[in-house]
C-alpha cells in the first residue's frame, strides 16, 4: 500500500492567531507518492513549505476552501511554484466560488492571471467532485461567513477516506458527509463552552464526531481561546466522550496513514501515537 502523509504545517486559525503567529497558518500538505496536495495555503504557507524539504514546485493541486486570508493568502505563490515557476502550465486549482470568482463583498483572491497558469480550475461547490491522478476529492457543505464556503472529503485508493471540515458551524446533517472516514480533520476554534458562531467549538465537534464515527481524529485550526484553553486536554476529553481517537494537532506534526495511523510530532525524540484505525 503507498501510504498517505499529512503534513501540519500549520495549526492556526482565526485573526488573532494569524496576526500574531502564536502558531502557523501554513495549511496541509498531502503527499501520497508522487502526488503532492496543498489545503488551505494561508500566511505563512510558502516558507514552511519550502523549510520542511516540500517544494511547491512538486504539487499537483492547491486546494482553497473559502475566501478568508488565514486559508487563501499564499495560493498565489504556490501556484506559481506548481507552475515550475511559471513557465509549465499545469495541476489543479479547485477552490470555492468566493476565492475564485468573489460572492458578494467578498473575494476574488486569487488573480486571472494566476487561474490561466494551471491546467484546470474547478470550482467547489457542495457535491462537485473532481479527480487529481487518482485522488477523488468531493466538496461538501459548510455554515460559515463566507456563504460559498465547503468541507473536504478526498479518497485515496487502498488508504481509504479523510475528511477536512474547514470553518464552519454545526448544522443538522453536517456530520453525514464525513460518516465513516478514517481520519477526520476538525477545525476547531474555540473549546468547550465558548462558542463563536459560524466556527466549531468542541462541543460542536463532538456532536460531528458522534454523527460521523470516524476511526480518528484530530483537532487543529486552533483560535486563541482555545490554545489558552490547552488542544490536548480538548482532544482528551473529546476521546473519552466519543471513544475515537483524537489528538490535537501541532505545527510541523505528521500524520502517515499506512496499515496503521501514525501520529509523530515535530520533535525526533518524540515517541509517535500509533492508532490502530
Ligand atoms: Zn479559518
Ligand atoms: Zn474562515
Redesign the pocket.
Known sequence: MEPLTIWFLGTG??RFVTVTQRRRTAGLRLVWGDVHLHIDPGPGALIFSNWSGLSPQKLDAVVVTHC?P??YCDAEVLIEGMTRVTTKRRGVLAASRSVLQGVDDIGPSISSYHQGLVERVIVLEPDVSLEVEDVGIKALRALHSDPATVGLRLDFPDVGSIGYTS?TAYFEGVGEGYRGVRLLIL?T?RPRGAPLPLHLSVDDALRIMEEARPRCAVLT?FGMRMLNAGPEAEAEYLEAETGIPTVAARDGMRVTLGEVVEMRGSRKREEPRVIEA
Open positions: 486559525g482565526g478568508h488565514d486559508h470553518d477545525c476554534m485550526h
